[in-house]
């Protein structure tokens, strides 16, 4: 219930403000992209980051954003899912056509049928190659629960990297 009332709360703030504005990211993992991990996922894994991202308020160079997340993750072990809700500091330029942006989001991480609230921190580089298109490079920083109550792992928080494409709407 809590899901569907976070989407459509989104969702009418998006038809509040303009569409002209609305970022669509799609990004791959790089480490199970390029190498796998030493869990038995080989390279190629798939571990995809989309976010929808609408600014709701503009400066001169910067804006405040926020935005929807999922994450998902083809793991060997328990696929992996992340659904969150977060807001953002976006400045379009810090030279150039490079610009960068701080996120912070709640979410929530499913393995198969666990569940285990998730607070998460990201920074974020873009190359604009268009007005609309951009090639953005994540830092991921994030408390996993999962993997304590699951694996008994002494490691809580992962940190991940992503690659992948942002396209303006």
Not at 84 to 110: E, N, P, Q, R, W
Request: glycine fraction near 8%.
């Amino acid at each position: 219930m809590r899901k569907i009332f976070f989407t459509l709360s989104f969702l009418l703030t998006l038809s509040i403000y303009g569409q002209n504005n609305i970022e669509i990211s799609l990004q791959q993992d790089a480490r199970l992209l390029l190498f796998g991990d030493k869990k038995g996922n080989d390279a190629l894994t798939v571990n995809l980051l989309t976010k929808l991202a609408l600014p709701v308020y503009n400066f001169e160079n910067s804006y405040l954003l926020t935005y929807l997340s999922v994450e998902y993750a083809d793991l060997v072990e328990k696929n992996y899912k992340r659904y969150s809700l977060g807001a953002g500091y976006a400045i379009k330029s810090i030279f150039g056509k490079i610009g960068a942006t701080a996120y912070a989001d709640f979410g929530k991480i499913y393995r198969q049928k666990d569940g285990f609230f998730s607070v998460g921190f990201s920074g974020e580089l873009s190359y604009k190659i268009t007005e609309r298109l951009k090639v953005i490079c994540t830092q991921q920083f994030t408390y996993r629960k999962d993997l304590k109550v699951l694996y008994n792992s002494k490691k809580e928080y992962v940190i991940s990297g992503f690659i992948g494409l942002k396209y303006r709407l």
